[in-house]
C-alpha cells in the first residue's frame, strides 16, 4: 500500500507540475503578445513619422526649385541693370 500511495503522489506532483508549467506558459503568451502588440504601435507611429518626414521633404524641394528659379531670373535681370548702368555712364561722360 505505500507503494501505491508514493505513486499516486508522484503522480499528483507530476500533474502539479505540468499545470504550473502550463499556467506560466499561457502568462509568457499573453505577456510576448503584449509586448508583439506594443511594439508592433511603436512601429507603425515611426512609419507614420517617415511618410510625413518624405511628404515634407518633397515640397521643401519644390519650394528649393521654384527658389533657384527666381534667383535665377534676378540674377539676368541685374544683369541687364548692370549693362544698361554701365551705358548710362559711358554715354554721360
Same mark, same amino acid.
Given at each position: 500500500?505505500? !507503494?501505491? !500511495?508514493? !505513486? ?16 506560466? $506558459? ?8 503584449? &509586448?508583439?502588440?506594443? #511594439? &508592433?504601435? &511603436?512601429?507603425?507611429? %515611426?512609419?507614420?513619422? !517617415?511618410?510625413? #518626414?518624405?511628404? +515634407?521633404?518633397?515640397?521643401? &524641394?519644390?519650394? %528649393?526649385?521654384?527658389?533657384? +528659379?527666381?534667383?535665377?531670373? =534676378? ?8 549693362? $544698361?548702368?554701365?551705358? #548710362?555712364?559711358? +554715354?554721360? =561722360?
Amino acid at each position: 500500500m505505500t !507503494v501505491e !500511495v508514493g !505513486v499516486l503522489i508522484a503522480i499528483g506532483g507530476l500533474l502539479l507540475s505540468y499545470f504550473g508549467y502550463q499556467l506560466n $506558459r499561457t502568462k509568457e503568451v499573453k505577456t510576448d503578445s503584449r &509586448q508583439d502588440a506594443k #511594439i &508592433q504601435a &511603436q512601429l507603425d507611429y %515611426i512609419g507614420k513619422g !517617415v511618410d510625413d #518626414i518624405r511628404i +515634407e521633404l518633397r515640397a521643401n &524641394q519644390k519650394d %528649393i526649385g521654384a527658389l533657384n +528659379e527666381r534667383v535665377t531670373r =534676378v540674377e539676368e535681370s541685374a544683369k541687364q541693370a548692370h549693362l $544698361r548702368i554701365n551705358n #548710362i555712364n559711358k +554715354e554721360s =561722360v
